[in-house]
């Protein structure tokens, strides 16, 4: 059907036969010919939605800003809908209404209206909102959660009682000789970790409300919806979840913490759950541990030469306290363990303390807190002291206890590399005279600062110059020479990124090189806006400089930069 509208955009001359031929060619690759055409920018994707609107009398939709709810979704099981080429989008009285992209497939309709015993309307949509759609709803796990929900309430013949809400399903893994009713609930489950696992998210949030059970997963640093499952699987799911983690399915009153380990053909792959009573149920969070996208090599995390020059200097240091700061999520415990494999040595006895433990370390004595029975950052520091450590890294310092044990240990011949929460490096010497400590035990113990965020990255296969004017560049601090060869780019959005725009995220840095001449400065008690402009006057790149450096390199957007780093 695709060769038949390729035929029909020749002979009304929206392309030329000569294009047509190329297009021939790719199609032995297994390129549709119409995708041919968009790719080579041979008609653009407006025009050509416009064009087939008016030839078939179709109304035209922009897909991309639907959310279509899995009852929907659930109305065309995937083969079909992949067979005839459309997704459903609405189902009011009788009738649902689809998108498609290629109205040729619109013969497929009948069918699809005896499959659903629905009446069926049809609305045109442009192709690449329709496979990132199609992505979205009808790939990998996503389809397996929808054939799973599908088949659940297909047999479920449980009765539902003025008390069910308050029975909890036990949920067996197949292996174990559970239920048939049970292979739903678990192929649901397998099917959230594996889309979770194929959009490389970081997490994965399982969340009950009032009227509706929801799965988010953030990727890129970005929340969005994968799936919404019905009320009456709720307690299997969470119950699931509960086993895989190996928790308590029969507490439900107070947070639990759990595990889970997947092998994913050669790839090991952790995550650590965690469940937290709401008002509607349990709501279940799993961060994605996966040793293989963890880059542990201080070169590859997007440090500038002159950064990680500092950087090092730092954490070589015989003794002294190295700190990393940045919000949630900003990739710390990917550099501290970064700077901890470059100093693991045979020669030197490496140990932390850390809340918890994210990936094992070959060769690092790693201790996980356990404040219960009393095990806190400050008491597994003051023991590991006993230990004959060279090197200490301390999960946070969240207290004054940790902070004063830390500066100890820095001050007592041992190298102790941390993190904190700071806006930005300077702001650390501040924060950590707020928790309780002394000027003179700061500028005498803290060697390095750091402060780090992600940024997302333009995705490459949709990667579009992005004009801006050149007043913009000149409030941002460049001459008006650099302003007007200034060339920003965006993602456009694609079937690749989600139609995001955006794909991967690099890392971001401002480090602080804590010389004599801000020590004195910190001693005089002089204001952090002060210390931050005599850093950078010695050479220190703050956040907002390293942040437009990757715009100019094309890996990140303007928006970007701006909105994740503040004015220096």
Do not use: W
Request: net charge neutral.
């Amino acid at each position: 059907m695709s060769r038949q509208l390729a035929e029909m955009l020749v002979k009304d001359k929206i392309v030329t036969p000569q294009q047509l031929l190329e297009a021939a060619d790719a199609t032995n690759l297994g390129k549709s010919y119409v995708r041919y055409f968009i790719e080579k920018k041979y008609i653009a994707e407006t025009k050509l939605l416009y064009y087939l609107s008016q030839k078939f009398g179709l109304p035209n939709i922009n897909l991309a800003k639907f959310e279509i709810v899995e009852d929907t979704i659930r109305l065309v099981p995937p083969d079909i809908a992949r067979k005839s080429q459309v997704i459903p989008i609405q189902s009011n009285k009788g009738t649902l209404v689809v998108a498609l992209c290629d109205p040729t497939y619109i013969s497929s309709l009948e069918s699809l209206k005896f499959i659903s015993k629905m009446n069926i309307e049809a609305v045109l949509t442009s192709y690449s909102a329709f496979d990132a759609a199609m992505s979205k709803y009808y790939s990998g796990g996503s389809a397996n959660v929808g054939a799973a929900i599908a088949t659940y309430q297909k047999d479920q013949k449980v009765e539902k009682s003025a008390d069910a809400a308050f029975e909890l399903v036990q949920v067996h893994d197949i292996e174990s000789g559970g239920d048939a009713q049970d292979v739903p609930v678990i192929q649901l489950v397998n099917g959230l970790l594996s889309e979770a696992i194929k959009r490389m998210a970081s997490d994965i949030h399982v969340e009950p409300y009032e009227k509706k059970f929801r799965v988010r997963m953030r990727v890129d640093g970005t929340m969005f919806e994968v799936a919404q499952i019905p009320l009456d699987m709720k307690r299997a799911v969470l119950a699931r979840l509960k086993i895989m983690s190996r928790m308590d399915i029969a507490e439900t009153r107070i947070p639990q913490d759990g595990r889970i380990k997947l092998k994913q053909a050669s790839a090991e792959i952790d995550f650590r759950v965690n469940s937290m009573p709401t008002l509607f149920g349990e709501k279940i969070v799993l961060r994605l541990l996966s040793k293989d996208n963890l880059k542990l090599n201080l070169l590859k995390l997007g440090f500038e030469a002159q950064q990680l020059e500092v950087f090092k200097k730092g954490i070589y240091a015989p003794n002294g306290l190295v700190l990393v700061t940045g919000p949630t999520g900003s990739g710390k415990t990917t550099t501290l363990y970064s700077a901890l494999m470059e100093l693991n040595q045979i020669s030197d006895n490496l140990s932390t303390v850390e809340d918890p433990v994210e990936y094992n370390l070959e060769g690092i004595n790693q201790v996980q807190v356990h404040k219960d029975i009393g095990l806190t950052f400050a008491s597994v520091l003051r023991t590991l002291l006993r230990q004959d450590p060279d090197i200490i890294l301390v999960g946070e310092i969240r207290d004054f206890e940790t902070a004063e044990v830390a500066v100890q240990a820095a001050l007592t011949g041992h190298l102790v590399l941390s993190t904190l929460h700071t806006n930005d490096a300077p702001g650390t010497i501040t924060r950590l005279m707020n928790m309780g400590l002394e000027p003179f035990l700061v500028t005498s113990s803290v060697n390095t600062i750091l402060a780090q965020r992600l940024l997302r990255t333009i995705c490459s296969q949709c990667k579009i110059e992005s004009p801006v004017p050149k007043e913009k560049f000149i409030s941002l601090g460049f001459s008006e020479e650099d302003a007007v060869k200034m060339k920003v780019f965006k993602g456009k959005g694609c079937k690749n990124c989600n139609n995001t725009g955006y794909k991967g995220r690099v890392a971001i840095y401002e480090v602080l090189n804590f010389s004599q001449n801000l020590k004195e400065m910190v001693l005089k008690g002089e204001t952090n806006n002060e210390i931050k402009k005599q850093a950078i006057k010695e050479g220190m790149r703050t956040l907002r400089m390293t942040g437009l450096a990757k715009v100019i390199e094309g890996l990140t957007t303007l928006e970007e930069a701006l909105s994740m780093t503040m004015e220096s």
